[in-house]
Nanobody
Framework: VQLQASGGGLVQAGDSLRLSCAAS????????MGWFRQAPGKEREFVGG????????YYADSVKGRFTISRDNAKSTVYLQMDSLKPEDTAVYYC?????????????????WGQGTLVTVSS
């Protein structure tokens, strides 16, 4: 699976942004999808994930209630809607795809990774 993330940019605190991750190659609908982020000088962290069917999602506590993941299997695309953005959300955001046998928040689950898109939130 090849993944292409897009939609990053510079926004102000409180603004919204929607990231997209388009997949190509193998059957997208068979994979769970996750979003991760890495801030400067920090380790990569889990943001949220969605099961292959779209029927279940899981979020990190830091984004719960502000971020929403959805997917459109017909378009082979997963989205990350980010609302009420904070400066601490500034990071490079990565999408990833993996089989359903591991919990959504487990990075070892994901076999395929996109190139990342930068989100910068100014105060």
């Amino acid at each position: 699976v090849q993944l292409q993330a897009s939609g990053g940019g510079l926004v102000q605190a409180g603004d919204s942004l929607r990231l997209s991750c388009a997949a190509s190659g193998r059957t997208f609908s068979r994979y769970d999808m996750g979003w991760f982020r890495q801030a400067p000088g920090k380790e990569r962290e889990f943001v949220g994930g969605i099961r292959w069917s779209g029927g279940s999602t899981y979020y990190a506590d830091s984004v719960k209630g502000r971020f929403t993941i959805s997917r459109d299997n017909a378009k082979s695309t997963v989205y990350l809607q980010m609302d009420s953005l904070k400066p601490e959300d500034t990071a490079v955001y990565y999408c990833a795809a993996g089989p359903s046998r591991w919990p959504l928040q487990a990075s070892r689950k994901y076999d395929y990774w996109g190139q990342g898109t930068l989100v910068t939130v100014s105060s």
